[in-house]
């Protein structure tokens, strides 16, 4: 007994590992106990249907291939905890097996344990148990990670994995019902993605009329598989698909899109005209027709003026180049071009401006809109006073703005209208805040003096003195406003 006791202190000396300590006794005695009782209660955990536990060393690092590592671990595994205990007093079975230079082996293969366990404990859970505890020196992955990906997952948990970005085969779900069973989970979860990916799966493998026929009682993922059509540019299934749906006015909506794709304007133009006898609702086909009317202008516009430009036959044009070419810009687009180089054309021209506005049946406030920031960038400033400028039935005259008169001004602004011209607008503003803050913005200091003169307000003109300059003709007339308002 003396020498297996002298065995069992060499043992622990030299080893680079301590023993484990579980109190404050000093004695090597204690210390010896201690030790024993740890190294009989460590043991492996092997899961009961995986065998692929990874062998890991006290480091933390692998060591040897994971088979081996269970083989090996197993193989001394037959006696029981008790027997272990005994047999380490009497200096033989796993107490003999343990090597001197324990640091390069992995802990398995120091503590040798039962190769099942009923359930799963960590080290951290051992060491504060004074019982007799099952320890877990390695690190285990989840049994999920050892299943194969084409194993038998329940169409929930295939969902699931998908929704984490794993891997997921959707091979096994090959009857019809099993595939409606996985769509159904994948609609529950909502998921767009995971959605979108299962229907894909399904376009190879399945009829498309039973596809079709399916998906027609499944609105979410219909709705998710045309939104996926669309916009990776599968026209002719999306119209398969609709055409089925009976859904005639998407048919046409989406054949009318394929223009987009056309480049040659001629083309395009006789693909739009096709395209006017489709099923369109009212208003659709009240829109295409507009947009095959507006191209056939275009094209017209653009072959006289591009002649007009290179024969340098208009001043116009050699004074402000064209930018780019009006073909298949907007309607508000080719009506700025009009009214830019087109403007006094007579109303008969396809070109002219009042001619678009009566084709294309365009609101007065759009069309004052964009004719006075036309005509406002060419500095034409009779043709913005004439635009805003409306006879009554009587013969009188009077400004009229359907955009509000402080728009107005601000277009002027940006396009560098003198004072006059903005002070004649200001003026007009209705709301005597809103034609301050312009008037004092733009530095209209006659509108400003008249709005205080009008509203009595002897402190404001007194303040606003001061900001005019000294000597100006602003400042005479403030002072002489003053100076009447003091006999009055």
């Known amino acids: 007994m003396s020498r297996v006791r002298a065995d069992e202190e060499e043992y622990w000396h030299s080893s680079k590992f301590r023993a484990f300590t579980f109190d404050d006794e000093d004695d090597e005695l204690s210390q010896l106990k201690e030790s024993k009782r740890a190294v009989n209660s460590l043991r492996d955990i092997v899961d009961d249907d995986d065998d692929d536990l990874e062998r890991v060393s006290w480091s933390g690092e692998p060591v040897g291939s994971i088979s081996w590592s269970i083989k090996e671990t197993a193989s001394?595994?037959?006696?029981?905890?008790?027997?272990?205990?005994?047999?380490?007093?009497?200096?033989?079975?796993?107490?003999?097996?343990?090597?001197?230079?324990?640091?390069?082996y992995s802990l398995s293969s120091l503590f040798k344990g039962r190769n099942k366990l009923s359930s799963f404990q960590s080290l951290s859970d051992a060491l504060t148990d004074t019982g007799v505890?099952?320890?877990?020196?390695?690190?285990?992955?989840?049994?999920?990670?050892?299943?194969?990906?084409?194993?038998?997952?329940?169409?929930?948990?295939?969902?699931?994995?998908?929704?984490?970005?794993?891997?997921?085969?959707?091979e096994r779900f090959r009857s019809l019902?099993?595939?409606?069973?996985?769509?159904?989970?994948?609609?529950?979860?909502?998921?767009?993605?995971?959605?979108?990916?299962?229907?894909?799966?399904?376009?190879?493998?399945?009829?498309?009329?039973i596809l079709f026929r399916e998906l027609e009682v499944r609105q979410v993922a219909l709705c998710h598989l045309i939104h996926f059509l669309r916009e990776t540019g599968e026209q002719k299934f999306l119209l398969d698909l609709l055409r089925f749906l009976d859904r005639t006015e998407e048919v046409a909506l989406s054949q009318y899109r394929e223009h987009l794709n056309i480049q040659d304007v001629e083309k395009r133009r006789e693909f739009l005209k096709s395209c006017i006898g489709?099923?369109?609702?009212?208003?659709?086909?009240?829109?295409i027709q507009d947009h095959y009317t507006l191209l056939e202008r275009q094209i017209i516009i653009e072959a006289n003026d591009r002649h007009l430009e290179m024969a340098g036959q208009s001043e116009l044009f050699r004074k402000?180049?064209?930018?780019?070419?009006?073909?298949?810009?907007?309607?508000?687009?080719?009506?700025?071009?009009?009214?830019?180089?087109?403007?006094?054309?007579?109303?008969?021209?396809?070109?002219?401006?009042?001619?678009?506005?009566?084709?294309?049946?365009?609101?007065?406030?759009?069309?004052?809109?964009?004719?006075?920031?036309?005509?406002?960038?060419?500095?034409?400033?009779?043709?913005?006073?004439?635009?805003l400028t409306t006879k009554n039935w009587l013969g009188y005259t009077k400004k009229k703005a359907p955009i509000g008169f402080h728009r107005v001004v601000e277009i002027l602004q940006?396009?560098?209208?003198?004072?006059?011209?903005?002070?004649?607008?200001?003026?007009?503003?209705?709301?005597?805040?809103?034609?301050?803050?312009?008037?004092?913005?733009?530095?209209?200091?006659?509108?400003?003096?008249?709005?205080?003169?009008?509203?009595?307000?002897?402190?404001?003109?007194?303040?606003y003195k001061c900001k005019v300059e000294r000597g100006s003709a602003e400042e005479e007339k403030i002072q002489s406003i003053l100076s009447n308002m003091v006999r009055n």
Not at 180 to 205: C, F, Q
Not at 278 to 287: Q, R, V
Not at 360 to 383: E, M, N, S
Not at 426 to 452: G, S
Request: with cysteine; hydrophobic share 35%.
């Open 320 to 387: 402000y180049p064209r930018k780019a070419s009006i073909l298949n810009m907007p309607l508000v687009t080719t009506l700025f071009y009009s009214c830019f180089y087109h403007y006094t054309e007579a109303e008969g021209m396809f070109s002219s401006p009042t001619n678009l506005k009566k084709t294309f049946k365009i609101p007065d406030k759009q069309y004052v809109l964009t004719a006075l920031a036309a005509r406002a960038k060419l500095r034409a400033w009779g043709d913005v006073d004439a635009l």
């Open 133 to 170: 505890k099952n320890y877990a020196p390695e690190l285990r992955r989840p049994k999920a990670e050892y299943k194969d990906y084409s194993s038998d997952w329940s169409p929930k948990d295939t969902v699931r994995r998908m929704q984490r970005g794993k891997v997921c085969s959707l």
């Open 177 to 209: 019902q099993d595939k409606l069973v996985l769509l159904d989970e994948a609609v529950a979860g909502h998921d767009g993605n995971v959605i979108t990916a299962v229907m894909l799966s399904y376009l190879n493998s399945l009829p498309a009329e």
């Open 414 to 463: 940006r396009n560098n209208a003198p004072v006059q011209v903005l002070q004649e607008y200001v003026r007009l503003v209705e709301d005597v805040e809103t034609r301050l803050n312009l008037a004092t913005k733009y530095k209209c200091h006659d509108v400003v003096i008249e709005t205080y003169r009008d509203l009595k307000d002897r402190v404001q003109l007194t303040a």
């Open 278 to 287: 489709l099923p369109f609702s009212a208003e659709d086909t009240s829109h």
């Open 76 to 104: 001394g595994s037959t006696s029981s905890l008790d027997g272990r205990d005994s047999s380490l007093q009497k200096g033989s079975s796993s107490y003999a097996a343990l090597p001197k230079q324990a640091s390069s």
